[in-house]
């Protein structure tokens, strides 16, 4: 088992800028890849950006490339989502998710989700 819990999120206003967490506890050494994902209100959810356990490969979805910055502290088992040039439509629930060695179909850890809102 994999508990995740983030924080981090806010009511900021457009331009601002975020730093989400994601803590890790329990199975940690199983994790292969953390992601981060939104959901806005009405919308599904979406893929935001990921990192490999080692830190070496990162992904973005197009809308946050050169704005979001995903990271990781492997020594304290948490991960970051930085966020500048916020944007209203960046407002949405961010969760952080787990893809561990025992999964057959991606991520199979969540954490709670935080509430970001971007004020125009």
């Known amino acids: 088992q994999v508990q995740l819990v983030e924080s981090g999120g806010g009511l900021v206003q457009a331009g601002d800028s975020l730093r989400l967490s994601c803590a890790a506890s329990?199975?940690?050494?199983?994790?292969?890849?953390m992601g981060w994902f939104r959901q806005a209100p009405g919308k599904e959810r979406e893929f935001v950006a990921d990192?490999?356990?080692?830190?070496?490969?990162?992904t973005y979805v197009d809308s946050v490339k050169g704005r979001f910055t995903i990271s990781r502290d492997n020594a304290q088992n948490t991960f970051y989502l930085q966020m500048n040039s916020l944007r209203p439509e960046d407002t949405a629930v961010y969760y952080c998710?787990?893809?561990?060695?025992?999964?057959?179909?991606?991520?199979?850890?969540w954490g709670q989700g935080t509430q970001v809102t971007v004020s125009s």
């Open positions: 998710a787990a893809d561990t060695m025992g999964s057959s179909s991606g991520y199979d850890y």
């Open positions: 990192i490999t356990w080692s830190g070496r490969s990162t």
């Open positions: 329990g199975r940690t050494f199983s994790i292969r890849i």
